[in-house]
């Protein structure tokens, strides 16, 4: 199994950035994906989730209006487009997956919001 994200970087506040996480090893269209974010000296969090079809979605109240979590499974692909991005939103993001309970993390990409 392997998760690689992509898609970090510097943003001005008010920014937008889109992650990808392109997922291999493992039958893609058949798990729900989560992605998590890590800012310094914080616990990691959860931030959206959503399940195998696409088909339900949760964010974090933090993130709720702002940010959208979607896949394309003929691509092996779960993304996180993140808009009216704020200072507080920077950290690592991780993306997750859950197979036959066990969990795989990606690297993570870091995402920095700042003027």
């Known amino acids: 199994v392997q998760l690689v994200e992509s898609g970090g970087g510097l943003v001005q506040p008010g920014g937008s950035l889109r992650l990808s996480c392109v997922a291999s090893g493992f039958t893609f269209s058949r798990y729900d994906m989560r992605w998590y974010r890590q800012a310094p000296g914080k616990e990691r969090e959860l931030v959206a989730s959503?399940?195998?079809?696409?088909?339900?979605?949760k964010y974090a109240d933090s993130v709720k209006g702002r940010f959208t979590i979607s896949r394309d499974n003929t691509k092996n692909t779960v993304y996180l487009q993140m808009n009216s991005l704020k200072p507080e939103d920077t950290a690592v993001y991780y993306c997750?997956?859950?197979?036959?309970?066990?969990?795989?993390w990606g690297q993570g990409t870091q995402v920095t919001v700042s003027s």
């Open positions: 959503l399940t195998s079809t696409g088909g339900s979605t």
């Open positions: 997750r997956a859950l197979i036959v309970g066990r969990i795989y």
